[in-house]
């Protein structure tokens, strides 16, 4: 006989954008942290209302690019002064030579580092999440708002959440199973 269904967080659905970001404020107000919205277009509002102010990608990929720069400017000063060949009577340390390639390794890992932290930052690929437990999600990506609040919130408590998420006119409430 299988145990009782382990909750991921309870799913609040609504009907338009404007009671989602509200929820969503009242949310945050109330001390929920581990939440999470879905909506089937961007909504700007909803960052903020979700609390995500800042990211951790630019700093990658300035990172990256700085790695990238360093590594197109040593390559060539490397190989002109491991295999010093005189062309023109030009010096082995030629600068100017080396920035074409210094800019396109600048930009080459600069944009790969922002792909592979984006991916890393968003949890991609996933090709499984519980929220797809909810057979009612399938409307996210048509005309449904959802706001769902994960059981990993340290103020999550299954009636309390429910009862609060009620009160936020939402559609209907439900429960993600893990």
């Known amino acids: 006989m299988a145990g ?6 309870l799913m609040a659905e609504f009907d338009e ?5 509200a ?11 581990r939440m999470d919205a879905y909506s089937p277009f961007r909504i700007e509002e909803l960052h903020e209302a979700l ?3 800042h990211s951790r990608l630019p700093l990658i990929v300035l990172i990256g690019g700085l790695c990238g720069c360093l590594g197109g400017y040593l390559l060539p000063y490397w190989v002109s ?6 062309v023109g009577g030009r010096p082995f340390h030629s600068w100017p030579a080396f920035i ?6 600048t930009i080459l890992v600069a944009s790969l580092s ?7 930052l968003n949890g991609l690929p996933m090709p499984y999440h519980p929220v797809f437990n909810l057979p009612r999600f399938a409307l996210a990506s048509r005309n449904r708002f959802f706001l769902c609040i994960e059981a990993q919130d340290p103020r999550f408590d299954l009636d309390g959440t429910r009862r609060f998420l009620e009160t936020l006119g939402a559609r209907e409430v439900s429960s993600v199973a893990d």
């Open 100 to 105: 074409p390639v210094t800019f396109e390794c």
């Open 114 to 120: 922002a792909v592979l932290g984006m991916l890393a």
């Open 81 to 86: 002064v491991a295999y010093p060949i005189n």
């Open 4 to 9: 009782p269904l382990a909750i991921y967080g």
């Open 51 to 53: 609390g995500v102010h």
């Open 23 to 33: 929820a969503t404020h009242r949310a945050y107000q109330e001390g929920y942290r």
């Open 17 to 21: 954008p404007s009671l989602l970001v």
